[in-house]
């Protein structure tokens, strides 16, 4: 019998993906009880190989298809789960070594909710929880209540039906960005709680430059609107930084170009001005990739 079907989308990330595997390698829920489908996009590294050198460790299906997206991807591992359960995480996270026991026992204890675990940033592939960044308030307790909002996709699992009867992901996402957040949403509006499990841990290694970062933050504003026009509602519009008013405020700011080359100018800086600057930088980013997207929509 398999407890927890584990399912990881993955694209030219050999390296640390060698890590993730073998922290699964390292659980203390029996190794039989358990699987991990790894779903590779046509990666051109040695991916393959990777997961062929760990498959006999612990039930491992690996799955080359074509490159159609993480949505995509993870779709199709979700087909290919046996476990009435799935774990949703990504293939440059590692686990804790309690990681599948603990949402095993948080799903048996929790029914028909989406569990979601505690993730830290970890700044290289070592499960060092010291030296990481926790992504949700340590403080909170375990059985805490979440919003869809916090639904973390690289530590969270649920029933398999539950994802099923819901659409699973929107393969439309194509871009960086919210495709996990629409998910969520649409399983709150079924009524499936989220639940916090403190005790549930993994590490996330993806190091990104400034300069990548502000180019996913415009991938996330276009997908910021997707979002919005496929659930039409102002609370959420507001929620998602996509309203009327979030425009023209960062229209404003952005016309003056003075403003974003002196961000640009304190954005290497220590401090509060060094903060402040890449955070507008950032949010100026994401206001662009949403009106594009306005106007793209618009046009068609």
């Given at each position: 019998m398999i407890d927890l079907s584990v399912v990881i989308g993955t694209f030219n990330q050999a390296p640390?993906?060698?890590h993730v595997l073998r922290s699964f390698a390292e659980q203390t829920h029996?190794?039989?009880?358990?699987?991990?489908?790894?779903v590779d996009s046509q990666s051109t590294d040695d991916t393959g190989a990777v997961c062929e050198e760990t498959a006999s460790s612990f039930p491992l299906v690996y799955v080359c298809r074509g490159n159609e997206g993480k949505c995509a991807a993870r779709n199709a591992g979700l087909r290919m789960a046996r476990a009435d359960s799935v774990l949703l995480t990504d293939a440059d996270v590692l686990a804790d070594r309690t990681l599948v026991a603990a949402h095993v026992s948080?799903?048996?204890?929790?029914?028909?909710?989406?569990?979601?675990?505690?993730?830290?940033m970890v700044p290289?592939?070592?499960?060092q929880r010291a030296n990481g960044r926790p992504c949700l308030n340590?403080?909170?307790r375990r059985g805490r209540a979440l919003s869809w909002r916090q639904f973390v996709t690289g530590?969270?699992?649920l029933p398999r039906d539950a994802l099923v009867e819901a659409g699973g992901f929107d393969e439309n996402f194509r871009g960086y960005g919210f495709e996990d957040y629409e998910l969520g949403y649409r399983l709150a509006q079924r009524g499936l709680p989220f639940v916090f499990d403190p005790t549930a841990v993994n590490y996330h290694?993806?190091?990104?430059?400034?300069?990548?970062?502000?180019?996913?933050?415009?991938?996330?504003?276009?997908?910021?609107?997707?979002?919005?026009?496929?659930?039409?509602?102002?609370?959420?519009?507001?929620?998602?930084?996509v309203t009327p008013l979030n425009r023209a405020l960062y229209s404003g700011v952005g016309a003056a170009g003075w403003v974003e080359r002196g961000c640009h100018a304190w954005k290497d800086r220590d401090g509060a001005g060094g903060r402040f600057a890449r955070h507008l930088l950032l949010?100026?980013?994401?206001?662009r990739g949403a009106r594009e997207a306005w106007r793209a929509r618009r046009r068609s």
């Amino acid at each position: 019998m398999i407890d927890l079907s584990v399912v990881i989308g993955t694209f030219n990330q050999a390296p640390v993906l060698r890590h993730v595997l073998r922290s699964f390698a390292e659980q203390t829920h029996p190794a039989d009880r358990f699987e991990v489908i790894v779903v590779d996009s046509q990666s051109t590294d040695d991916t393959g190989a990777v997961c062929e050198e760990t498959a006999s460790s612990f039930p491992l299906v690996y799955v080359c298809r074509g490159n159609e997206g993480k949505c995509a991807a993870r779709n199709a591992g979700l087909r290919m789960a046996r476990a009435d359960s799935v774990l949703l995480t990504d293939a440059d996270v590692l686990a804790d070594r309690t990681l599948v026991a603990a949402h095993v026992s948080a799903l048996a204890e929790f029914r028909r909710a989406v569990i979601v675990g505690q993730q830290y940033m970890v700044p290289a592939p070592e499960r060092q929880r010291a030296n990481g960044r926790p992504c949700l308030n340590p403080q909170w307790r375990r059985g805490r209540a979440l919003s869809w909002r916090q639904f973390v996709t690289g530590n969270a699992s649920l029933p398999r039906d539950a994802l099923v009867e819901a659409g699973g992901f929107d393969e439309n996402f194509r871009g960086y960005g919210f495709e996990d957040y629409e998910l969520g949403y649409r399983l709150a509006q079924r009524g499936l709680p989220f639940v916090f499990d403190p005790t549930a841990v993994n590490y996330h290694f993806h190091p990104v430059t400034f300069e990548a970062e502000l180019e996913r933050k415009r991938e996330a504003g276009s997908a910021a609107v997707y979002f919005a026009s496929r659930h039409p509602s102002r609370t959420l519009r507001v929620q998602l930084g996509v309203t009327p008013l979030n425009r023209a405020l960062y229209s404003g700011v952005g016309a003056a170009g003075w403003v974003e080359r002196g961000c640009h100018a304190w954005k290497d800086r220590d401090g509060a001005g060094g903060r402040f600057a890449r955070h507008l930088l950032l949010e100026l980013q994401y206001q662009r990739g949403a009106r594009e997207a306005w106007r793209a929509r618009r046009r068609s």
